[in-house]
């Protein structure tokens, strides 16, 4: 007999509502990636103009801290300062003294911000404002901590710009360098015209509200500034604003992008010399008659760094059975690969620029003089000046309303390289194909191996999951429209660029562009095998040599099956091109063709 225990019964409903607030609790522990912080990695210092690619990553993925330039902290100074000072004079300032929106006319204060009453009004306005940030954007959460980091780091280095507070630049810093993330939604809040419900969130880690993980543990954030030493900090002027009308979570990820991507491109430029090399290619169309014939900057770099991928090999030796000329889709490949790195130098120079300056709304300009520009002087920009006073330390300057949080010409660039990756990708697919035919390569692998050897040769790869990848970067290869929906008929807002999504799709074509070059990998690897059996003697040349032996550790090319990992051949071929840049075998990048 089973006995039962009674138990309060409760409403399906509360039922049903309460299994989904488990599962999400549960979901989203389990989902969330924390980083894994690298001992020996440098303080990087934010001056809020040269943040590099690199660094950003330290930041994001590494845990590099971070500490604020003196150049930095002035800055904030003063545009904080200057801000206050419009006020004072009587200057009309979007979303201080006046409204934002269809509020834009709406007086919300008058006179000196630091006066006790309007003080008061303020500091209340902005900690209510930053309570609720965490109830602000849309799920699911963000379940990457690099992604966050990535997105305060940008942030930080930018503020200075926008008339921060000391405490919440400092608040930021903080942050950062005692590894508290807050847990902040995803892009599908955003339209990619500043990232305002990401944001938010941090700004309620930063007064102890909502959640944030620390050193990868999930709790209160009031907990996670306890645990860490921090109190939560009052935020004042336009704070809120200043934190969160930015596009710094679409410029992080932009930046993280062009990062992975030039990782992505170096490697599909060793491979690809593999593959001249597997299938006994002529060089002719990268040598110096073809690239004369058509002068173009980045084909002939492109170009000559193939060729210094081959130096030394046998490709450069005379060879009878050589064929006269390959398919396109090895002749062709470097013009693919060089339109690529073209489009990736546009969006990294982008993505530099957006994580070094400002998009914030208003721009607050500091020493800006009405002679210094023609339209400066006139009536209606003289609206907008301020003359300096105490609160500016007697800094004049301009605060006025802009429309730099529209992300171009970042946004373009981001789809630009989206298609050219997605061009160069045809290319890798269809030369892997042609290795399965003797018309190609010239010989017939049953010619040259025993039986026994093929039997006990690695896999050169699955064609139908390298379509099937292909066919992943076909579906987002495509542009994500813009929009141009007002949220009211009275509405300021009335355009969205949906970065977000574009560079999601970015991100989605360069990872499975990895995976479709770990086929390709697989396939060049299996065919310098080949060429080595049907000749010992010849010489790969050192690059190709280097990162051939390097992956053969992993993966090798003669082992029975029974001693083979237990695991895709496909999935220890990205582990190896994720693990090292190819950097490791060939210099990273030659100079760059100039602009």
Known sequence: MVFHTRRPRRSLAAAVIGAVFALAAAGSAAAYTPIVPAAGVRAVTLTGHDLTLDQLVEIARYGAKVQLAPEAVARARDTHGLLLEAAAEGVAVYLFNRGGGNGRENVTFTGDPTAPENKARLEANQLRAFQNGPRAGAGPEQEDEAAVRAMMAVRANTISYDAPSPQLMQGLVDLLNHRITPVVQSSTGTVGEADIGVMQAVGGALVGRGEAYLDGVRMPAADALAKAGLKPIQPFGVDNIALAWTNAYLASRAAMLAYDARSLLEWTDLVYAIDLLGMNSSITPLAAPTQLNRPEPWLNWHAARILGMLKGSYLLEADPKRIIQDPDSLRASSIRGASAWAAWSELKDAALVQINSSDHNPTVRVGLKPTDSWELSTPQMMQYYVKGGPLSGGKSGYVVSTANWDP??????????????????????????????????????????????????????????????????????????????????????????????????????????????????????????????????????PAATAAWSAYRKLSPWQAPAAQRPDRPAQDIAVEFLKAQRAAAFYPALASLPSK
Do not use: C
């Open 408 to 541: 171009y010409p970042l946004a373009n660039r981001v789809e630009a390289f989206t298609i050219a990756l997605a061009n160069l990708d045809v290319a890798v697919l269809q030369r892997t194909f042609r290795f399965s035919n003797p018309f190609h390569t010239g010989i017939d692998p049953n010619t040259v191996l025993s039986a026994e050897v093929r039997a006990a040769a690695a896999p050169q790869g699955n064609g139908t999951t390298a379509i099937a990848v292909f066919g992943e970067v076909e579906a987002v290869m495509n542009p994500a429209p813009p929009q141009g929906i007002a949220s009211d008929v009275q509405s300021t807002s009335d355009l969205e660029s949906n970065t977000p999504i574009k560079i999601a799709k970015a991100q989605k074509a360069v990872d499975y562009s990895l995976q479709l070059l770990a086929h390709d990998l697989m396939t060049g690897a299996w065919w310098l095998d080949l060429r080595k059996a049907q000749d010992p003697k010849r010489d790969l040349g």
